[in-house]
């Protein structure tokens, strides 16, 4: 009877543990104090405000945004590039990387940038809530080197769960974007083509190159037989 109930025992979770299910992020961007798994809203506002570092909100851990100069940049294109057409028509709001949005329970996320449709809110004045209970209808990603696949999985069936529309996921290494309409669904867009707006924001264009205009030539790297190429 004793052996019986040890094989039924589900085992203590781990560190090991907790950081593949959020999506096997490096343990540096984990905090430990509120302890992981007991964290709340208002922990995460305290702390984002006195501090120069994001944090979002997972199942009551907190986890670090990571995000380069390099992906600040693009971020920034983006945002002004998508301004110049939504502001105008006044279709919604953008929110820059610093955007904390409860989309479901226990989950907050800041999206690298988020855009929302004015249609969603009563008179179409934003919330001055901290962090409002809202859904992007777009949710931009700009890989870093510190993103790991699984972390952009987790986020995309996340983004899809709460009642996302689209996804972009914007690749500053090959300079080429994925254009999700479902977590498993997506349509690949090269460097010298144009992520287009669809339904959400029909006649908008964002040229891949006019992002990635400003930053350097990547370094060339040295292959193993000793001959430079372009990593």
Excluded: H
């Amino acid at each position: 009877m004793i052996a019986a109930v040890a094989r039924t025992r589900k085992k203590d979770p781990t560190l090991a543990d907790l950081i593949r299910d959020l999506g096997d992020v490096s343990p540096r961007r984990v905090r430990l104090q509120p302890p992981p798994g007991r964290a709340k809203v208002d922990d995460l506002i305290r702390i984002n405000c006195r501090q120069d570092r994001i944090y979002e909100l997972v199942n009551g851990t907190l986890v670090e945004k990571a995000m380069e100069a390099s992906e600040a940049l693009v971020a920034f294109e983006v945002m002004m590039i998508m301004g110049a057409f939504v502001k105008p028509r006044r279709l919604g709001f953008i929110l820059p990387p610093d955007a904390t949005l409860r989309i479901m329970p226990r989950l907050v996320r800041a999206p690298d940038i988020s855009f929302i449709r004015r249609a969603k809110f009563r008179g179409g004045k934003f919330p001055r809530t901290p962090v409002p209970e809202l859904v992007p209808d777009l949710a931009i990603e700009i890989l870093s080197k510190s993103n790991r696949p699984g972390e952009i999985k987790r986020k995309l069936k996340e983004y899809f769960e709460a009642g996302v529309t689209a996804v972009w996921v914007i690749d500053p290494d090959t300079e080429m974007a994925k254009v999700y309409s479902a977590p498993n669904q997506f349509v690949e867009v090269n460097k010298d083509q144009a992520v287009d707006g669809g339904k959400l924001l029909p006649g908008f264009r964002l040229p891949l190159a006019e992002l990635f205009a400003d930053l350097e030539e990547k370094p060339a790297r040295v292959k193993r037989n000793g001959k430079r190429k372009m990593s």
